[in-house]
């Protein structure tokens, strides 16, 4: 009989969304009336913008001809993606990546969970918490922790936490807690905090003096509203050295049925091998990328181009800003609800204090079966996240409306 890998065993529920799903699948079988509104996973509701169903029309029928046809794509996507992508999201911003650098992939969620393919397992890893699950389940599946504890945390890994008090910023390790590999999320999944310039340049600095390695994940970035809050790790000076950055097209332009993101690994970046030699984590992450993954579609490439173009820039802004106005009007209605509510003005995310001192998963039933409206409870996100709970603005403003006045109706105080 085949062996498994038994880390999979140490992962103690279902993953987190397909968790909620079953659960709400399961209310609505048994209230088959009930007319269910979903807050809870972030997945977007509004239509691909008009330049990108437009430039997708144009390769459908460039493939349907001989002579434009494609094949296999470049092996680290097509040129004229990448170079759009470091023109527009890096240089400029005044950040030094190249096209290169960049890696397009059908996801920053497979890229994050893959790229500890390419990283050891003797690493100090450290995860903020509450965190985006991923980061966490997928090194347990590679077998960099230990079991899980009764509070949830695995052993083996470090977690930064992130409470109401830090203001959500992840404090760094204590001194002399050597940490290799940090995850870091801004703006974050799922508190919806941001790191401002001072917050991320600590980092850095940590990272350098550290040896240590950043995986920066800024799916969200596109939903910054303060001018002040960097879009990219790699407007910190060092931060080439230190960090690779994991960005999609999910959020920012409704892909997440599309399938388009990618990972920047700078040249510069290096891990350190068996025998102490540095070795350049963009020659691994080609290797492994180009033996794997055979690419994004050439018609969903044209597609993310198009985000580029400025009509597509306008377009796609006024997606970002519709859903930002969901989220100031969720935000508001938990404050006028007397519930401290916390994001939702530089990320897609609310995060709140469950009223009463609800445990997350009573409250996410409570919410459910009174007012028939979905969240994410905070507890699936981490120990720290127990208490709190999270409100995706992603959805019609019709619906975002009526289930504020479903809460409005069932949890005045
Ligand atoms: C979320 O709701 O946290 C996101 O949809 C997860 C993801 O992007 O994978």
């Known amino acids: 009989m085949a062996h498994i890998n038994d880390n999979f065993l140490k992962l103690k529920a279902g993953y987190l969304f397909p968790e909620i799903g079953r659960r709400v699948k399961a209310y609505a079988a048994a209230n ?14 509004e239509p691909l913008a008009p330049a990108v169903i437009a430039a997708m029309h144009k390769a459908v029928d460039e493939m349907a001809r001989r002579e434009t046809f494609h094949g296999y794509c470049d092996e680290q996507g097509y040129e004229f993606l990448r170079q759009a992508i470091a023109k527009h999201d890096y240089q400029a911003r005044g950040c030094d990546i190249t096209a290169d650098e960049i890696f397009v992939s059908d996801g920053s969620k497979c890229d994050t969970g893959n790229f500890l393919e390419i990283l050891g397992h003797d690493n100090v890893i450290a995860v903020t918490d509450p965190v985006y699950p991923v980061y966490v389940d997928t090194n347990v599946m590679a077998g960099n922790t230990g079991s899980a504890k009764a509070s949830g945390e695995f052993e083996g890994l470090i977690y930064l936490p992130m409470t109401a008090e830090n203001g959500f910023v992840p404090p760094q390790p204590a001194p002399g ?6 995850y870091l999320c801004s703006p974050n999944n799922p508190t919806g905090a941001v790191l401002s310039k001072t917050e991320l340049t600590r980092w850095v600095q940590y990272a350098k003096q550290n040896d240590a390695l950043i995986l920066f994940d800024a799916a969200y970035h596109a939903f910054i509203t303060d001018p002040s809050i960097p879009h990219s790790i790699y407007e910190i000076p060092g ?3 230190v960090a690779v950055e994991f960005r999609s097209f999910s959020k920012t332009a409704g892909f997440t049925g599309t399938r388009c993101a990618f990972t920047v690994v700078p040249k510069t970046v290096a891990g350190k091998a068996k025998d102490g030699s540095r070795v350049e984590l963009h020659r691994l992450w080609m290797r492994r990328q180009t033996t794997k993954f055979n690419g994004v579609a050439y018609i969903v490439h044209r597609a993310a181009e198009a985000v580029y173009s400025p009509e597509g820039q306008k377009q796609v802004r006024a997606t970002i800003d519709f859903y930002m106005e969901n989220a100031a009007i969720i935000r508001r209605t938990l404050t006028e609800l007397g519930i401290a509510a916390y994001g939702g003005t ?15 998963w009573d409250f996410f039933d409570h919410l459910l079966t009174q007012c028939q409206v979905v969240g994410t409870p905070g507890s699936g996100f981490g120990a720290a996240g127990e208490g709190y709970f999270r409100i ?7 619906n975002v409306e009526e289930a504020m006045q479903r809460l409005r ?5």
């Open 177 to 182: 807690s050597k940490v290799d590999v940090i």
């Open 32 to 45: 088959p009336q009930a007319k269910v509104i979903r807050l809870g996973i972030g997945d977007v509701t």
């Open 239 to 241: 931060a080439r050295e």
């Open 346 to 360: 530089n990320a897609p995310y609310i995060w709140l204090k469950t009223p009463k001192g609800m445990k997350s």
């Open 409 to 413: 109706a069932k949890l005045q105080a």
């Open 392 to 398: 995706s603005a992603f959805n019609s403003r019709a």
